[in-house]
């Protein structure tokens, strides 16, 4: 079945590394994707990573994928509190362009 | 990176008045357009694939004569919340793109 599930809930203080992590079922999943989403607005892809990799850097953002566990996570380095927002972890189906998203994690960042 | 934009960004219309939300891709055109809803504190809820010139997609358990989609041209869907009511009230996101699917900023429907 299709299921992404995600913590709640962060919260770090600036400066410190933030780590967000998801974990999905369907192991047929193609692409694993990163989405930022700032209250009332829409979704900003941050990252993604294709299944066949382990790890992917993009300046601040680390994303780390443990096919085997099927365990997704995303570090943010020296997080700052325009970081603070919703992170939704999602998988994209090898059979199609449908995205599978998790619950979602709200990141706090405290100054 | 691509651009899609939702019209209106927020709605308010009274229970029993239908809706029409556009989702526009600006500078690119896009075959496929993806329709979620979000509920708060919720994730977004896959409810339809709009395919440019073809039927969309529903996904199961979302009606598709309440929520219609129409897709007429490779830059424009739009999506129509029929005889609104007080539940249908949500977040509604529109993606457009097929490989990577670009969001629009969505639109706050609330029914009275």
């Known amino acids: 079945g299709e299921d992404v599930e995600q913590s709640l809930f962060l919260s770090v203080r600036e400066g410190d590394s933030s780590v967000i992590n998801c974990t999905y079922t369907?192991?047929?999943?193609?692409?694993l994707y990163w989405y930022k989403q700032e209250p009332g607005a829409g979704l900003q892809l941050l990252t993604y990573i294709f299944s066949n990799m382990d790890m992917k850097q993009d300046q601040r953002l680390t994303v780390l994928l443990n096919k085997k566990d099927k365990h997704l996570s995303l570090r943010i380095a020296d997080t700052q509190t325009g970081d603070s927002a919703i992170y939704f972890c999602a998988e994209r189906m090898d059979s199609s362009y449908k995205l599978i998203f998790g619950s979602g994690t709200r990141l706090l960042v405290r100054p | 990176g691509a651009v899609v934009s939702q019209h209106p960004s927020r709605v308010i219309c009274k229970s029993g008045t239908s809706v029409k939300i556009e989702c526009r891709s600006l500078d690119f055109q896009a075959t496929t357009m993806f329709w979620y809803r979000q509920f708060p504190k919720q994730s977004l809820m896959l409810m339809a694939t709009?395919?440019?010139?073809?039927?969309?997609?529903?996904e199961q358990g979302v009606e598709k004569d309440k929520f219609l989609i129409n897709h007429a041209s490779l830059t424009l869907s739009t999506l129509t919340v029929t005889s609104a009511h007080p539940e249908d009230s949500s977040f509604y996101i529109c993606?457009?793109?097929?490989?990577?699917?670009?969001f629009g900023p969505g639109t706050r429907l609330t029914v009275l």
């Open positions: 709009s395919n440019e010139g073809s039927k969309a997609t529903y």
């Open positions: 993606a457009a793109g097929a490989g990577e699917q670009f």
């Open positions: 369907d192991s047929s999943s193609t692409y």
